[in-house]
T-cell receptor
Framework: DGGITQSPKYLFRKEGQNVTLSCEQNLNHDAMYWYRQDPGQGLRLIYY???????QKGDIAEGYSVSREKKESFPLTVTSAQKNPTAFYLC?????????????FGEGSRLTVL | EDKVVQSPLSLVVHEGDTVTLNCSYE??????LLWYKQEKKAPTFLFML????IEKKSGRLSSILDKKELFSILNITATQTGDSAIYLC?????????????FGKGTKLSVIP
């Protein structure tokens, strides 16, 4: 079955540590996205990539980094520079560079910084 | 300021009730408005609306867009406990050489037996 796989589902880290969240898709989608969801805040865009080896900052990119070396994979690193990293992170993909707006989401990764 | 505003932010109804969720937006170069349902983790796509006045329907759910007044509504009739979820509205628009998709804060719907 095609879909988006995020791992880990739950992650606990100490303050000051970098963490990397994995996102893999087998939908053959060109575009991939990372969103952050906080209670009462909706989804906010962190980074997106429309094609391999290219990515753009979203609305809240500070303290995060990404790479897109393969079409299937779009890992997100939450660095120690991110002031409030505890959140629910959602990865998504879309068929053609987001033109239709329809996104397919993974199950999410919940990061808790202690 | 927020480009996409949803109301109410939360709503509690009894099974069988009909609910209307609202989404207003303010963007330039509008392309489409999308509704998603988020039950536990992954949001799932419900509707995409691009034209005013044309109702999209799926079972007990329906949605319509008003591009003149810049809003959309999502109706759910004969609600069931399985309709309990966060309903997200998102607007796709073009800007800065690419397409941007902005989400509202969501409406949390709770349906009690």
């Amino acid at each position: 079955d095609g879909g988006i796989t995020q791992s880990p589902k739950y992650l606990f880290r100490k303050e000051g540590q970098n963490v990397t969240l994995s996102c893999e898709q087998n939908l053959n989608h060109d575009a991939m996205y990372w969103y952050r969801q906080d209670p009462g805040q909706g989804l906010r865009l962190i980074y997106y990539s429309q094609i391999v080896n290219d990515f753009q900052k979203g609305d809240i990119a500070e303290g995060y980094s990404v790479s897109r070396e393969k079409k299937e994979s779009f890992p997100l690193t939450v660095t120690s520079a991110q002031k409030n990293p505890t959140a629910f992170y959602l990865c998504a993909s879309s068929r053609t560079s987001g033109i239709t707006g329809e996104l397919f989401f993974g199950e999410g990764s919940r990061l808790t910084v202690l | 300021e927020d480009k996409v505003v949803q109301s109410p932010l939360s709503l509690v109804v009894h099974e069988g009730d009909t609910v209307t969720l609202n989404c207003s937006y303010e963007v330039t170069n509008f392309r489409s408005l999308l509704w998603y349902k988020q039950e536990k983790k992954a949001p799932t796509f419900l509707f995409m609306l691009t034209s005013s006045g044309i109702e999209k329907k799926s079972g007990r759910l329906s949605s319509i867009l008003d591009k003149k007044e810049l809003f959309s509504i999502l109706n759910i009739t004969a609600t069931q406990t399985g309709d309990s979820a966060i309903y997200l509205c998102a607007v796709l628009y073009s800007g800065a050489g690419s397409y941007q998709l902005t989400f509202g804060k969501g409406t949390k719907l709770s349906v009690i037996p």
